[in-house]
């Protein structure tokens, strides 16, 4: 096995950056829905991270960084009634459609990803 073999085994985590741009009079009531969203997200057994970042310099710009801990996670993610609540929700508020990103995980292993449990926010 080589070394580029070694750094795929047992990588299947799948990252998602998703990118958000809303309406600048939609700003606050957009992160207060996505929270909302987050939190809920990381009570789910095929989230590891559920991460909602703003750009610094363009505060109507957002991505979603989710990270699943298998394909099929994604796909049970947007049955839950709080994905839809969500979506729902924000979707009057997008300046533009969202667009998705998808990664493979390569560092840490997934193993070394926290599990959501430790999250208090």
Do not use: C
């Amino acid at each position: 096995m080589g070394q580029r073999d070694i750094l795929r085994v047992g990588a299947a985590m799948l990252v998602v950056h998703v990118h958000i741009q809303v309406k600048a009079e939609a700003v606050e009531s957009f992160k207060l829905a996505t929270l909302d969203n987050a939190r809920a997200s990381l009570l789910e057994p095929g989230i590891a991270r559920f991460d909602l970042i703003q750009k610094l310099d363009d505060p109507t710009s957002f991505v979603l960084v989710e990270v699943y801990k298998d394909e099929q996670a994604p796909a049970r993610h947007k049955e839950t009634r709080h994905y839809a609540v969500w979506r729902d929700t924000v979707e009057p508020w997008m300046a533009a459609p969202r667009s998705s990103v998808k990664y493979a995980n390569v560092f840490p292993s997934d193993s070394g990803w926290p599990t959501p449990a430790g999250f208090h926010g």
